[in-house]
């Protein structure tokens, strides 16, 4: 029983290139978040899911695409990836259909140049 | 939407001590708020969760307390101990909302 994982841990863009993170959870939980965390800003939710077929926004969408591909995995899309984008990039998933008792995954650290 | 401010950014305080970390929050019809812990490069894991139907929860040597009324909670850690190192973060969020915000985090460190 994984839990929650992300691929990759690591990753290193130029400006304009593109790249999915991918994420997979094997604890049949119905909502997937994907959330980046900043010094100083905590995390901010950037897409979720909240039943497999259904995706929305959430605080800070402008530049990133998701695709919810089953019920176990939730991948984010950076279509042209820009410096802005540098952060570190947690998925999450919780069992029911709202965001409580978020279990994370270990994380991807995403660096622009 | 809702904003969740946490105060302090960082706490140092020596091993035994007790520690307090205090979020507000702006909407009045917010109802569930964890705290989650993360430690240095791991992923964030909840420690606690509270409902706005309770004003106290303890778990061991950790605690929440809310103040609708106030629109604050605080997370408590007595007894603390060097493995309490990490960064906490308190959320806030209505029931069924997805649109969960977080606390900008606290670095708590203890020192033996």
């Known amino acids: 029983n994984a839990g929650v994982t992300q691929t990759p841990k690591f990753q290193v863009l130029k400006t304009g290139q593109s790249m999915t993170l991918q994420c997979a959870q094997d604890?049949?939980?119905?909502?997937m978040y994907w959330y980046r965390q900043d010094p100083g800003m905590g995390l901010r939710l950037i897409y979720y899911?909240?039943?497999?077929?259904?995706?929305d926004k959430g605080e800070v969408p402008n530049g990133y695409n998701v695709s919810r591909l089953n019920k176990r995995e939730f991948s984010l899309r950076l279509e042209s990836a820009a410096p802005s984008q540098t952060s570190v990039y947690f998925c999450a998933s919780s069992v029911g259909r709202s965001n409580e008792k978020l279990f994370f995954g270990s994380g991807t650290q995403l660096s622009v140049l | 939407g809702e904003n969740v401010e946490q105060h302090p950014s960082t706490l140092s305080v020596q091993e035994g001590d007790s520690a307090v970390i205090k979020c507000t929050y702006s909407d009045s019809a917010s109802n569930y708020f964890p705290w989650y812990k993360q430690e240095l490069g791991k992923r964030p894991q909840l420690i606690i969760d509270i409902r706005s139907n309770v004003g106290e929860k303890k778990d061991q040597r950790i605690a929440v307390t809310l103040n609708k009324t106030a629109k604050h909670f605080s997370l408590h850690i007595t007894e603390t101990q060097p493995e309490d190192s990490a960064v906490y973060f308190c959320?806030?969020?209505?029931?069924?909302?997805?649109?969960?915000?977080f606390g900008a985090g606290t670095r708590l460190t203890v020192k033996p």
């Open positions: 959320a806030a969020s209505r029931s069924a909302n997805n649109d969960m915000r």
């Open positions: 899911s909240a039943s497999e077929g259904t995706t």
């Open positions: 604890m049949n939980h119905n909502s």
